[in-house]
Nanobody, 121 residues
Framework: VQLVESGGGSVQAGGSLRLSCAASGHTYNFDYITWFRQAPGKKREGVAAIEVGGNQTYYADSVKGRFTISQGNDKNTVYLQMNSLKPEDTAMYYC????????????????WGQGTQVTVS
């Protein structure tokens, strides 16, 4: 399984970005994708999770109401729409895939992308 993130960049506070996570390879090996983020000196944080091919989503309180996770029609691409961005959203954002359930906990995910940087000033 390969995961490739894109869509990061620099925006001003209050702005929006949409991140993409494209999955390829043995995509039948996972049923859930979660977006994580990690800022320098801080712990990795799960922010949004989705059941691939299903309807379940789950959000961290820190992003609820501002971020929306969704999937493309082919179910191999997952998006993270980020609105009302704040400086504290600045981090490297990673998508991760696993089969253990809808979760924001990193240990349940076997496959990780390389990340895309989001900077909010």
């Amino acid at each position: 399984v390969q995961l490739v993130e894109s869509g990061g960049g620099s925006v001003q506070a209050g702005g929006s970005l949409r991140l993409s996570c494209a999955a390829s390879g043995h995509t039948y090996n996972f049923d859930y994708i979660t977006w994580f983020r990690q800022a320098p000196g801080k712990k990795r944080e799960g922010v949004a999770a989705i059941e691939v091919g299903g309807n379940q989503t789950y959000y961290a309180d820190s992003v609820k109401g501002r971020f929306t996770i969704s999937q493309g029609n082919d179910k191999n691409t997952v998006y993270l729409q980020m609105n009302s961005l704040k400086p504290e959203d600045t981090a490297m954002y990673y998508c991760a895939a696993g089969a253990s359930g809808l979760s924001l906990v990193a240990k349940y995910f076997q496959y990780w992308g390389q990340g895309t940087q989001v900077t909010v000033s």
